[in-house]
């Protein structure tokens, strides 16, 4: 049996907002698995335990580069919010998203190889990001970008630094910015039902099954409640089948309003900083000790 301790419960109570005694009933039952503890979380509490999966537990921006039918968005990260708000590092991630635009680096090796100076620092990417590491004292790095070229409209929408969307469109730039926006506070899977991916259909499946047997119902009724479960996550996952949020009757949904605007969305990529990074949560106590320890070994 794995230990359970209150960091993990902690963790497993930040994603879920469950109650601290749930969470360790949770992780306990599921021997420390962290993923099984929140699907148990989510069979006994429903969506509750979902309401703070999009928290992210690491820092940084977020920063895109368009000029005509060619862009890009790149994600860059720190260790904490102040260095968000530092001039120089800001600098340095919108000359990056420029970058991936304008030469097509093939990953993040070759973006941090491209020429580029700033600071006194250079003459490459890679070279001005650590020099920067030098002066502001922080680490920092070019976590993953995207780019698209030569094909559809772009237009992107970056709420604040932490959250942006770039979107390929035909039509009306208006009603695909408005798209974007959308999809940057609701948080959409895939374009349509059909597109969202398998591992997550799976995921929801085996919850809504486990749902369906506790509740005791016959075999029958459960595999239609399973199915019925599922169908509705697709929609609300798939960006078509959302409620548009700039609805006047609240009913409107995204294909409706795209198709009312004469534009098709041919594609779109999220990007939330720190989404699936683990932020270090430092144990003074245990720090403290450890070096008390290190000092008595040496006396």
């Keep these: 049996m794995a230990a359970i301790t209150a960091s993990m419960v902690a963790e497993l109570r ?3 907002d469950a109650p601290m005694m749930e969470c360790k009933k949770a992780l306990t039952e599921a021997d420390g698995d962290m993923v099984k503890a929140e699907e148990l979380l989510r069979v006994k509490l429903g969506t509750k335990a979902g309401k703070a999966a ?54 993040i090796a ?27 004292g ?6 993953r970008f995207v780019r ?28 695909a910015r408005d798209v974007a926006m ?9 374009l349509t ?35 019925g479960s599922v169908q509705k996550y697709l929609k609300e996952v798939s960006l078509f089948n959302q409620v548009f949020v700039k609805a006047a009757d609240g009913k409107q949904t995204v294909e409706q309003m795209l198709k009312d605007k004469n534009t098709k969305v041919l594609g779109f990529t999220l990007y939330v900083v720190g989404a699936g990074i683990e932020k270090k949560t430092d144990d003074f106590a245990a720090e403290v000790a450890a070096q008390v320890a290190a000092a008595q070994g040496k006396a």
């Design 14 to 16: 930040a994603k879920t």
């Design 54 to 107: 999009s928290r992210v537990t690491a820092e940084g921006v977020v920063t895109a580069s368009i000029e005509g039918a060619t862009g890009a968005m790149l994600e860059v990260n720190c260790e904490t919010d102040f260095v968000t708000k530092n001039d120089s590092f800001l600098a340095m991630a919108q000359a990056a998203a420029k970058l991936v635009a304008e030469k097509n680096p093939a990953d």
């Design 110 to 136: 070759a973006l941090g190889a491209l020429p580029y100076e700033q600071d006194g620092y250079g003459p490459t990417l890679e070279d001005v990001r650590t020099g920067l590491i030098g002066k502001i």
């Design 138 to 143: 922080e680490n920092m790095s070019f976590r």
């Design 148 to 175: 698209k070229a030569g094909g559809a409209k772009l237009t992107s929408y970056l709420h604040g630094t932490r959250i942006g969307v770039l979107v390929e469109y035909e039509g009306d730039e208006v009603a």
């Design 182 to 190: 959308h999809v940057a506070a609701m948080k959409p899977e895939a």
């Design 193 to 227: 039902s059909a597109d969202v991916p398998a591992e997550l259909v799976e995921r929801e499946r085996s919850v809504a099954t486990a749902k369906a047997q506790e509740s005791g119902k016959p075999a029958d009724i459960a595999a239609k409640m399973v199915e």
